[in-house]
């Protein structure tokens, strides 16, 4: 069984929708504590063809929470103005028709924690392509968090009884792979490269949300793009 682990982001670029595609199930490890001004609140979009970063904005947010303890902020006051943000960059895209109500909902969830809102648009986006993962949260389940980095890791891949162990290319400077095969794990990283695709008649932007991936490209061309990755 195919086990991969990772933080909760919200619509996150398309290279972690490949590493979710890749698994049988795929763990969202919301236990560990936030990073300010990383990824699980924030991601780029295109915007007059050029990245444009959007943020969730958080209530009391800290390094010294979990993450599925730092909440989203009630206010509707920014999902309008990220909405008309979206609406006014992607109306003239190919799939925006289908998409746009689509984001509209996963935008106006109203979740309390970011682990919960990122997992819904995760849910959601997965449905949308077709994807077939399992999707589960790490928080309450392990009972392993008096476990450190690695050896946390590797415990629930033995809780899951997973034999295959799958995590993104940045993982290769913390994850001993001798350390897995002992415990009959096999460990691989994940690389991607960023495959261009239109943008209206923009250069091509890489690493983008998957939003504008998706308002770009059909669900059949993207199924294409997420096979698009090396194994090492």
């Known amino acids: 069984m195919k086990l991969a682990i990772m933080q909760p982001y919200?619509?996150?670029?398309?290279?972690?929708?490949?590493?979710?595609?890749?698994?049988d199930k795929f763990v969202i490890y919301d236990d560990v504590n936030f990073i300010n001004r990383g990824w699980i609140n924030r991601n780029n979009i295109l915007v007059g063809g050029k990245a444009h970063l959007f943020t969730v904005p958080l209530l009391n947010a800290s390094q010294n929470k979990l993450i599925y303890e730092v909440e989203v902020s009630p206010d509707s006051v920014w999902r309008k103005k990220l909405l008309k943000t979206i609406a006014q960059t992607y109306r003239k895209t190919p799939q925006y028709e289908t998409v746009f109500?689509?984001?509209?909902?996963?935008v106006n969830d109203t979740s309390e924690s970011i682990a919960d809102y990122c997992l819904q648009s995760l849910t959601k986006t997965v449905e949308f392509l077709g994807i077939q993962t399992e999707i589960v949260k790490s928080s309450r389940q392990y009972d392993n968090a008096d476990l450190k980095s690695q050896n946390r890791i590797l415990d629930i891949c033995l809780k899951e009884e997973s034999n295959h162990y799958i995590n993104s290319i940045r993982g290769q400077?913390?994850?001993?792979?001798t350390l897995f095969e002992n415990e009959g794990i096999r460990l691989n990283f994940i690389r991607t490269v960023p495959t261009p695709y239109p943008q209206f008649k923009n250069e091509f932007v890489p690493w983008l949300s998957i939003l504008d991936v998706l308002m770009f490209n059909s669900t059949d061309r993207i199924q294409e793009l997420l096979q698009e990755y090396e194994l090492i």
Request: glycine fraction near 0%.
């Open 173 to 177: 400077e913390l994850y001993d792979k």
């Open 10 to 23: 919200f619509l996150p670029y398309l290279s972690y929708y490949k590493l979710l595609n890749l698994a």
């Open 101 to 106: 109500p689509f984001i509209e909902d996963i």
